[in-house]
């Protein structure tokens, strides 16, 4: 695999007074943050927080109401270069009809990739997370766990420079979710950005470098996770930690 | 004009490979193949293309396909008759009673099913697959070929529906084709002519085909959609 470093023009993410409104509802309410080169940041929040609505909107899957959301160098969301470094593994894959193998392949292909380099790394990517028995199995058939996998083999194999992972292990059971756990370190430890969400407490403790805490739309804390969880500065924050419904 | 009980004829005619009764059941395969061949090669991108794009006037094209699959085959055959005659815009083409004009005739009959189911196949799976297939960098445009190949068994239900529908009219054809013997007669208006001729066996023999290809195209809609069910999930 190339794993020649690529120059750095994709990070900080910097999102500046989003708002995102539907229905006439704000879902997302003045958002502001700033995601540096490095870590593994996780956003907690109880339901609908606006958790999964934040990621979409700096992942480019949608646009916001109101504010800026800028890449490195004032790149917009929308910009190709910006969009072919970032990659979302989602709580449930959408996997196509047709052979794990050729999942990886196709968003390679996608990228205007050679046939011959495209098999080669999807191989590689699928062998790095023990699928590669499965390379002609009919990805569709796969297990809950097996299909999340193949999801981040997928995303492995783009070599983002940013990982979105929306509450990738919340349909799985503990030896799958240990399994994610595991792809989230290897990717952070290739040096890719790791954003993810998750209502897991325990995986957040074992996982966060710094802690994003939204509710009810708005961004209540954004510090180190020592800190969050320790000495949190909000009462909603402290209520959630200790597992009390906040709303 | 005829003796004998017309059941045996036609079981005679059919296993003795009568000439005639060959002749009329190719070239009912051979029109009603190519034009759903035809409405498949439209149909299907256009069916995907209205489901992935918002443009103005959407929900009326979407509606008028849907009306469309309920067109009346005669209806559809007078207006290619109207197009293909001596006097119409396309009547220097001089198509009229050829299978050429049969074809475009049933082409305008299963279009309009293949159309809407593909639309409403690729709606229902772009709901599922949008977010996924942007994330990993396909365009809208990019996505349509993905899509219909993913949707690819429940689409061939459609197809199969068509030609059953290409092979069963008889109004679309008979205006358009003239019925002429040996030259644009198929098997429903050779059915429909021979049984009012009193031929029996002839019309029974061609009704014995024309079902045992129904009950295939059935058969092999229903294997398709259950096998892959099992095997891809």
């Keep these: 695999m190339n794993d020649k470093p690529l120059p750095e023009t994709l990070l900080p993410l910097e999102v500046d007074g989003v708002s995102f409104r539907h229905r006439g509802q704000t879902l997302l309410d003045d958002v502001s943050l700033r995601l540096g080169h490095s870590g593994k940041t996780v956003i907690m929040g109880p339901n609908g927080a606006g958790k999964s609505l934040l990621m979409r909107l700096c992942h480019g899957l949608l646009s916001p109401s109101a504010g800026s959301i800028r890449w490195a160098d004032g790149k917009a969301a ?20 047709r052979s794990a193998l050729s999942n990886i392949r ?21 062998r790095h997370f023990g699928l590669a028995e499965l390379a002609d199995r009919p990805a569709r058939v796969l297990s809950g ?45 290739k040096g890719t950005r790791i954003v993810m969400n998750t209502h897991d ?44 419904l906040v709303w | 004009m005829v003796d004998g009980n017309p059941f045996a004829k036609a079981l005679e005619l059919i296993l003795g490979l009568d000439q005639v009764l060959v002749g009329i059941v190719t070239l009912s395969l051979q029109v009603s193949l190519t034009a759903v061949l035809t409405a498949a090669l439209l149909g299907l991108p256009i069916g995907a293309a209205v489901a992935l794009y918002r443009f103005p006037g959407r929900a009326l094209v979407v509606t008028v396909l849907n009306a469309l699959m309920g067109l009346p085959p005669v209806v559809a055959g007078l207006a290619v008759y109207l197009l293909l005659s001596r006097a119409g815009p396309l009547g220097s083409w001089g198509l009229l009673f050829t299978p050429t004009a049969m ?55 459609g197809v199969l529906a068509g030609f059953g529908r290409a092979s069963a009219e008889v109004g679309a054809v008979l205006i358009v084709g003239g019925n002429i013997d040996g030259v644009t007669r198929v098997m429903t208006t050779a059915i429909a002519l021979e049984t009012s001729k009193g031929n029996l066996p002839l019309a029974l023999g061609l009704g014995i085909v024309l079902l045992f290809l129904v009950a295939m195209v059935n058969a092999t809609a229903f294997l398709i959609g259950e096998g892959a069910k099992r095997r891809l999930g």
């Design chain 1, 78 to 97: 929308s910009d190709p270069d910006v969009r072919g470094r970032q990659a979302m593994v989602f709580q449930r894959p959408v996997l196509l009809r």
């Design chain 1, 106 to 126: 196709y968003p390679l292909a996608l990228r205007g990739m050679r046939r011959q380099q495209r098999t080669q790394r999807a191989l590689d990517a699928l």
């Design chain 1, 145 to 189: 766990g097996e299909q999340q996998r193949l999801a981040l083999a997928r995303a492995w194999a783009l070599q983002p420079r940013i990982l979105f992972l929306d509450e990738p292990t919340s349909a799985l059971d503990p030896a799958a979710t240990k399994a994610v756990e595991d792809a989230v370190r290897a990717f952070h430890a």
């Design chain 1, 201 to 244: 407490l325990g995986q957040a403790r074992r996982l966060a470098d710094d802690v994003l805490f939204l509710c009810r739309g708005r961004v209540l804390e954004h510090t180190p996770a020592g800190r969050f969880f320790d000495t949190p500065s909000t009462p909603e924050a402290a209520a959630f930690i200790r597992g009390e």
């Design chain 2, 103 to 157: 074809v475009i005739a049933q082409t305008m009959l299963v279009f309009p099913i293949i159309a809407a189911l593909s639309r409403q196949v690729v709606e229902d799976l772009w709901e599922e697959y949008r977010e996924q297939l942007q994330s990993l960098g396909a365009s809208r445009l990019r996505a349509i070929p993905t899509l219909l190949w993913d949707a690819r068994f429940s689409l061939l239900t």
